[in-house]
């Protein structure tokens, strides 16, 4: 299937620099947005939770969902050694209950110092 | 912090065998999920668990797969007759609610030999 797109990378960027991390999707149907941190061999651990477009910020992260053109990302500003992991996205097509979860394959970031 | 456990961390098997994964979800929490992860792959849906019945399944969660919540705090993953191709990552995941976020264990990885 291929409903969520991501470039699984490797990413691999100096200390204190600013990340990109993107997905694409087809299905126009999806309403929720989130980003997950995978550390290896460990579960993924959600980072950032966004519904419908816009823009949401937390410490030096910010998700963007741009529904026209079914793009989300994901920004890491002054990055550090310890975001060093394999990011997700995920998205869910339930409009008021968070069913399935449909993840992209990942993109493994390393950040050095 | 309150966090969703599962044992064992590594379970090896014989092809044909039956295995039981197991997990302890937050306690407070209602709805209950399985993704898997084969290597190198997207993590994906198998099923979802609400009220002590399965609220959906994938095509992935087949006669072979089902689940259980045999106390008020296990939620079990039974895999029949094992093949070779579910040898992957098995993550559970739980939430409180409808509109909350899905939060991930840190995995059973199964290798069917």
């Known amino acids: 299937q291929k409903e969520v797109e991501q470039d699984p990378g490797p990413l691999s960027v100096p200390e204190g620099a600013i990340v990109s991390l993107n997905c694409t999707y087809s299905n126009s149907a999806f309403q929720y947005f989130m980003w997950y941190r995978q550390y290896s061999r460990k579960g993924p651990e959600l980072l950032m939770y966004?519904?419908?477009?816009g823009n949401k910020e937390d410490g030096r992260f910010t998700a963007q969902v741009d529904k026209s053109s079914k793009y989300i990302s994901l920004f890491i500003r002054d990055s550090q050694p310890s975001d060093s992991a394999t990011y997700l996205c995920?998205?869910?097509?339930?409009?008021?209950?968070?069913?399935?979860?449909?993840f992209g394959r990942g993109t493994q970031l390393t950040v050095w110092p | 912090e309150p966090e969703v456990t599962q044992t064992p961390s590594h379970q090896v098997t014989q092809m044909g065998q039956e295995v039981i994964l197991r997990c302890v979800p937050i306690s407070n929490h209602l709805y209950f999920y399985w993704y898997r992860q084969i290597l190198g792959q997207k993590v994906e849906f198998l099923v979802s668990f609400y009220n002590n019945e399965i609220s959906e399944k994938s095509e992935i969660f087949d006669d072979q797969f089902s689940v259980e919540r045999p106390d008020g705090s296990n939620f079990t993953l039974k895999i029949r007759s094992t093949k070779l191709e579910d040898s992957a990552m098995y993550f559970c995941?739980?939430?409180?609610?409808?509109?909350?976020?899905?939060?991930f264990g840190p995995g059973t990885r199964l290798t069917v030999l």
């Open positions: 995920a998205m869910s097509d339930r409009g008021s209950t968070l069913g399935r979860l449909y």
């Open positions: 995941a739980s939430s409180g609610s409808r509109t909350d976020t899905q939060y």
């Open positions: 966004t519904y419908s477009s």
